[in-house]
């Protein structure tokens, strides 16, 4: 689903509730909810398909994106519940217990507890989960208020979503598949930590709507967003992979969304368009301290980090690649 499509979907399912610090048609990551006067209750939920053949793993890649909204936010993960679409009729009841384990791993690791769920039965595997998080109601991060002259930190490589689909295909070698899997699983947890010692103004996770996608929302057509292609860090071999067509269907979709909002005054790269499953962290950051978050983030194991671009003051186009 583009991004132009969500809106026309939740753009009139507003409501008026004084503790509901951010409307439905802001499209922010995650619902944030008043509990008191110093904290907020933050919600998200998010479901895939199978992107890798190990259900064990497909429940970790699942879980962490899942996860990713709460810390986009710079909240604490609390409480996950499973949602889960299972494909009885296919599959053993026990590739359903590797799936829960391997959420299960994942909400753990950042201090949450996995406290139930739902399942259906359905013709097609599903499965997410549903987060509850906390945090100060004074450091909760919106991905649509970038300060102009921030520069943008991304934590993970682009090229999930065409690396997914060559998986899927079994045009992935062994080794490239567990590169992939281990950025996939990697939690947002510890970036989400680091950033919250930095003067941040936006940050959002990067999955779905694919980097420009996302930075288009987070642009809120107030400020336009200057990418430099040559810093973007790219999973190597998605790059031939999309030479190749190996390219989702959701790719498009943001490309087609996203044609009149975007400027390329280089070649143009299908791969910042590319639907990211379980992607790093856009992080606007002061430029004082882009260096230190940047090396305290290759620090915590996100080594693909690296700044690339800055905001500027509204031009024509919402996004700028140079």
């Known amino acids: 689903m583009a991004p132009g499509e969500l809106d026309e979907i939740v753009g009139n399912l507003t409501c008026s509730d004084e503790n509901l610090l951010i409307e439905l048609d802001a499209c922010e990551d995650a619902a944030v909810y ?5 904290r907020a209750i933050i919600q998200s939920v998010d479901i895939i398909t199978p992107v890798v053949d190990d259900p064990y793993y497909y429940g970790q890649v699942a879980a962490a994106n899942s996860l990713s909204d709460i810390f ?18 296919n599959h053993p009841r026990s590739v359903l217990n590797r799936m829960l384990e391997g959420a299960k791993s994942k909400v753990e690791e950042c201090g949450g507890v996995t406290v139930g769920g739902h399942t259906i039965e359905t013709p097609e595997m599903l499965f997410g989960l549903s987060v509850t998080g906390i945090a100060d109601i004074n450091k909760i ?10 520069v943008l930190i991304l934590t993970k490589a682009i090229g999930m979503g065409v690396a997914t689909t060559a998986i899927k295909a079994d045009m992935l070698e062994e080794n490239a598949v567990k590169r992939a899997v281990a950025q996939m699983v990697q939690l947002n947890y510890k970036a989400s930590i680091a950033m919250q010692g930095f003067d941040v103004s936006a940050c959002t996770d990067i999955t779905g709507f694919g980097l420009l996608g996302h930075s288009y929302e987070m642009s809120a057509n107030k400020v336009t ?4 292609k040559d810093e973007i860090p790219l999973f190597k071999e998605a790059i031939d992979l999309a030479d190749m067509g190996i390219i989702p269907a959701g790719t498009y979709a943001n490309k087609s969304y996203l044609a009149d909002k975007v400027k390329f005054v280089c070649e143009e790269d299908i791969l910042l368009f590319d639907a990211q499953t379980s992607g790093g962290l856009l992080i606007a950051v002061s430029q004082n301290d882009a260096d230190k978050l940047l090396q305290m983030l290759i620090s915590e194991g996100y080594d693909s980090s690296a700044i690339i671009g800055e905001v500027k003051e509204k031009e024509d186009f919402a996004i700028q690649v140079v």
């Open 34 to 38: 008043k509990i008191d006067e110093s």
């Open 72 to 89: 986009a936010m710079g909240a604490k993960v609390l409480t996950a519940m499973n949602v889960v679409g299972f494909d009885g009729c």
């Open 141 to 150: 991060y919106r991905n649509n208020t970038p300060r102009v002259g921030d």
């Open 225 to 228: 967003i200057e990418f430099k």
